[in-house]
């Protein structure tokens, strides 16, 4: 199987800045597509950025200027950086990835999502 683990959240007061990071593990063959969401209290989950295998990027018009997403395919390991934090930032934010691996048989591109990290941005 394949998991995906999220480090780095954490409360930080406004102004401030935060790094997240995002380890792919297991029998991964490649990942495509990588990209971080977030869940605010009482909210949907939204897009914050995804990062192709190549390096192209996008941000969530919220977060651009700010945040920036990038990757190491050797490590299977996306980032992202977050600065000027403000506290509507504070939500679960959630790592996810499009891997190609075999389950059973054949192999396939998976969707799969991490376990999630709390960030909290207060005074």
């Known amino acids: 199987q394949v998991q995906l683990v999220e480090s780095g959240g954490g409360l930080v007061q406004p102004g401030g800045s935060l790094r997240l990071s995002c380890a792919a593990s297991?029998?991964?063959?490649?990942?495509?597509?990588m990209g971080w969401y977030r869940q605010a209290p009482g909210k949907e989950r939204e897009l914050v950025a995804t990062?192709?295998?190549?390096?192209?990027?996008n941000y969530a018009d919220s977060v651009k200027g700010r945040f920036a997403i990038s990757r190491d395919n050797a490590k299977n390991t996306v980032y992202l950086q977050m600065n000027s934090l403000k506290p509507e930032d504070t939500a679960v934010y959630y790592c996810n990835a499009d891997i190609y691996y075999r389950r059973i048989y054949t192999p396939r591109t998976f969707n799969e999502w991490g376990q999630g990290t709390l960030v909290t941005v207060s005074s």
């Open positions: 990062i192709t295998s190549g390096g192209s990027t």
């Open positions: 297991g029998s991964i063959i490649s990942i495509n597509d």
